[in-house]
T-cell receptor
Framework: GAVVSQHPSWVICKSGTSVKIECRSL??????MFWYRQFPKQSLMLMAT?????????EQGVEKDKFLINHASLTLSTLTVTSAHPEDSSFYIC?????????????FGPGTRLTVL | ELKVEQNPLFLSMQEGKNYTIYCNYS?????LYWYRQDPGKSLESLFV?????AVKQEGRLMASLDTKARLSTLHITAAVHDLSATYFC?????????????FGTGTLLAVQP
């Protein structure tokens, strides 16, 4: 199977600081990665699509200046939550799109739990 | 706007029983995905359904897709406690053109001994 890692797995930070989350596809190359957030007992909400070598595309209602995405290589995308506030506390999950088996499938990272104090 | 609804939202069932989770979606799509999520964990891929009439089985779980009815089912046979988790279906927002997934509301399954 395809493996996607995230780092860190959890982070606690003070309000106003910035937090960077890394998403790596370990055994395949991914030109496209996705970032989701999930609130407790709710479903996943797509935040943005991360494209290697180009700008990310954000879903409606997601502030691109607050959630900075960089897809630096075919195996790494980063999400930076800038000037984090308590309402940004959530479970952030990335996925990497695998396209080398005749169909596209997203493989999900283990998630990062962000708590902003 | 694409909507993906699951039914039921919560399911408590006894070990050994059978049950079906339903996933309805509101727009055309020929691919549908099922995932499992354990508490505090991320998503594990269960099934990828790529065409109308697709049926896949793994262990006690079987998933099917009817694109004409815009319906997928996840059938649980002879449930065991290890199947307790939240199950999500997801649909490609633009029928596979963008790979953007819209997730269903989730079904929390609790299998009681």
């Amino acid at each position: 199977g395809a493996v996607v890692s995230q780092h860190p797995s959890w982070v606690i930070c003070k309000s106003g600081t910035s937090v960077k989350i890394e998403c790596r596809s370990l055994d395949f190359q991914a030109t496209t990665m996705f970032w989701y957030r999930q609130f407790p007992k709710q479903s996943l909400m797509l935040m943005a699509t991360s494209n290697e070598g180009s700008k990310a595309t954000y879903e409606q209602g997601v502030e691109k200046d607050k959630f900075l995405i960089n897809h630096a290589s075919l195996t790494l995308s980063t999400l930076t939550v800038t000037s984090a506030h308590p309402e940004d506390s959530s479970f952030y999950i990335c996925s990497a799109l695998r396209s080398d088996r005749g169909y596209n499938e997203q493989f999900f990272g283990p998630g990062t739990r962000l708590t902003v104090l | 706007e694409l909507k993906v609804e699951q039914n039921p939202l919560f399911l408590s069932m006894q070990e050994g029983k059978n049950y079906t989770i339903y996933c309805n979606y509101s727009t055309t799509s020929d691919r549908l995905y099922w995932y499992r999520q354990d508490p505090g964990k991320s998503l594990e891929s269960l099934f990828v359904l790529l065409s109308n009439g697709a049926v896949k089985q793994e262990g006690r779980l079987m998933a099917s897709l009817d694109t004409k009815a815009r319906l997928s089912t996840l059938h649980i046979t002879a449930a065991v406690h290890d199947l307790s988790a939240t199950y999500f279906c997801a649909v490609d927002r633009y029928g596979g053109a963008t790979n953007k997934l819209i997730f269903g509301t989730g079904t929390l399954l609790a299998v009681q001994p």
